[in-house]
């Protein structure tokens, strides 16, 4: 077995997305067969101990936010959920819909616009329309007007108004990964 193979089973059978993955490889046309795994990084042999710091500083900034939690309160409940576990929340009139990644939904009164400027916008999220909220780390396409999150086939629109400022922060974000 390789380690595409072994990131594939990772993902689509074992449905396990949080799992961190590094390929490394003196096979540079690998890079393009791994974009569905989505793994932390591709290495192309030799590797250098920039390279492996850089991933490794790249690793503690994305375990550091999956330890921040997301609070609200069910039926006079107050109930804590990993944000690394929220796949996005959706918004129906003044009810709030957690997508989870374990395929659950949890639901709950509030405002999604209130929700994402207390608790999630500095936590990689985008509120990219006024009905949903994604988890960056959960997007598997991104397009101008829509994306599609890894454990749905659905695609969720992206507002008109929001799609500059979106397009921004997905670079941003982007770039602050990959570490440039």
């Known amino acids: 077995m390789n380690g595409i193979v072994l990131g594939n089973r990772i993902r689509d059978t074992h449905k396990n997305h949080s799992v961190h993955i590094i390929?490394?490889?003196?096979?540079?046309t690998?890079?393009?067969?791994?974009?569905?795994i989505q793994p932390l990084d591709f290495i192309v042999k030799p590797i250098?101990?920039?390279?492996?710091?850089?991933?490794?500083?790249r690793f503690l900034e994305i375990v550091k936010v999956r330890h921040h939690y997301f609070q609200y309160t069910q039926n006079r409940i107050h109930v804590k959920k990993r944000i690394s576990d929220i796949i996005y929340i959706e918004s129906n009139d003044r009810?709030?819909?957690l997508n989870l990644s374990d395929g659950s939904k949890e639901t709950f009164y509030g405002s999604l616009?209130?929700?994402f400027e207390k608790q999630l916008q500095h936590n990689n999220f985008l509120y990219?329309?006024?009905?949903?909220?994604?988890?960056?780390?959960?997007?598997?396409?991104?397009?101008?007007d829509a994306?599609?999150?890894i454990t749905s086939p659905m695609l969720l629109p992206i507002s008109?108004?929001?799609?500059?400022e979106i397009r921004v922060l997905f670079n941003k974000i982007n770039q602050k990964r990959e570490g440039l």
């Open 23 to 28: 390929f490394i490889s003196s096979n540079k």
């Open 30 to 36: 690998y890079s393009i067969k791994l974009h569905a």
């Open 48 to 57: 250098s101990i920039e390279e492996i710091e850089k991933v490794i500083h």
């Open 95 to 97: 009810q709030l819909i």
């Open 113 to 115: 616009k209130n929700e």
């Open 128 to 144: 990219i329309h006024e009905g949903y909220a994604v988890n960056f780390d959960y997007i598997e396409q991104y397009k101008l």
């Open 147 to 149: 994306v599609k999150m």
């Open 160 to 164: 008109k108004p929001r799609r500059s």
